[in-house]
């Protein structure tokens, strides 16, 4: 099965690639396809402005199973926004099915940011229902974690729905109006939402849906992908602060992950990593101002990890980062330890990152007998 992805300009770039990196980290029948380089335009002709005048009409359902945005900070009233209607966004992931020369069977999703008129977060196309979208925007307003984790689970729900339900009378009259914590759960409420998000599950009366529709190893890579995800909003959403440490693993491909948290990985930039391998080194830690002292080592760990730019321009990149003047380290210590807090939570983080008091050894106090390399 194919999930072609496709991105509208206005949505950011890092987002939709770390929505497909997460797709993808789970092997299984299902390929998830997109191309970096190609995004969908939405004229401004059409788009159309909403005024929304209170937080009751920013809340209320436009139609049966929108799945509601609620704030937890709340939004200014009234509040304009640009709209777009479900038929420009089939109309885009036909266009782009025929410029590719998609087959039928294969899906395409639209991703963007522009509020769609009915106020759902996904949908597919009833005409053709291999078609459909994702609205990127809003997630901050009741889940805290990155928005890569709800988008890919609506990816994920999508390719189920289609294949759970025959249309959409269909699926508005066999939805969960109680939650069962399932993803076809009715999600009237902000509550409603996250628990359908933390559990990742579907029960077993939408499991039986799906006979006859979805291949069985197809079905179980999506039910991976979602408990995948589940686990991996927890950590973010700091709500497994109380679990055992996790081994940190570097792979052939420098690689980082932490397998005993569903297998996390944590992106770092080569230069980022070339300072945090160099930390894992010394446990007893090294000073900021003594950097560059590890001038050549960290040029041979950059060399080793890195094939950007020719070696005098690796070179000075190192130079700049071991420089007592330039703020460079310091800058690049700050984003590993963002990574880890967005990845894992802040209090299982602080075991992974460099840290240390001004003036004082910065060091990674991770045990080095849980690196694996």
């Not at 998609?102 to 229902?129: G, S």
């Not at 709800?150 to 729905?161: K, R, W």
């Not at 010394?282 to 000073?287: A, V």
Request: with cysteine.
């Amino acid at each position: 099965m194919n999930v072609h992805l496709v991105k509208s300009a206005e949505v950011d770039a890092t987002l939709f690639t770390e929505v497909v990196d997460f797709l993808q980290s789970i092997p299984g029948p299902i390929s998830f396809i997109y191309d970096g380089t190609s995004v969908t335009d939405i004229e401004d002709d059409e788009k159309f402005m909403v005024e929304i005048g209170n937080s009751h009409e920013f809340e209320k359902k436009k139609v049966m199973m929108k799945e509601m945005v609620f704030s937890s900070s709340k939004p200014v009233f009234p509040l304009k926004r640009e709209t777009i209607t479900w038929s420009t966004l089939f109309k885009k992931a036909n266009q782009y099915r025929a410029s590719r020369r998609i087959q039928e069977n294969e899906f395409v999703l639209i991703l963007t940011d522009i509020a769609n008129k009915e106020n759902w977060f996904a949908a597919l196309d009833e005409n053709m229902p291999y078609n459909g979208f994702i609205h990127t925007d809003d997630w901050n307003y009741y889940i805290k974690c990155s928005a890569a984790f709800p988008i890919a689970y609506e990816v994920v729900a999508l390719v189920l729905q289609k294949h759970m339900f025959d249309g959409l009378y269909d699926l508005r009259t066999k939805v969960h109006e109680h939650p069962i914590g399932c993803v076809s759960d009715f999600c009237a409420h902000k509550r409603d939402i996250i628990l359908k998000l933390r559990t990742g599950d579907v029960c077993e009366a939408c499991i039986e849906r799906t006979n006859g529709k979805i291949s069985t190893p197809e079905l179980h890579h999506a039910l991976q992908i979602m408990s995948s995800l589940r686990e991996r909003m927890l950590f973010a959403q700091n709500l497994k602060r109380f679990s055992p440490l996790s081994k940190l693993k570097i792979d052939h491909r420098n690689k980082i992950f932490l397998p005993d948290f569903g297998n996390i990985e944590i992106k770092l930039r080569p230069l980022e990593k070339a300072l945090y391998f160099l930390f894992l080194r010394y446990p007893e830690g090294i000073y900021h101002s003594s950097l560059s002292e590890y001038r050549t080592e960290l040029y041979e760990i950059y060399a080793h990890i890195s094939n950007m730019g020719a070696l005098h321009e690796m070179k000075m990149r190192i130079d700049d980062m071991v420089n007592a003047l330039s703020d460079s380290a310091s800058q690049k210590m700050s984003r590993i330890k963002r990574v880890f807090e967005e990845a894992i939570g802040p209090d299982l983080a602080k075991h992974y990152y460099i840290k240390g008091e001004s003036g004082q050894k910065k060091k990674i106090e991770l045990d080095r007998n849980l690196v694996l390399k």
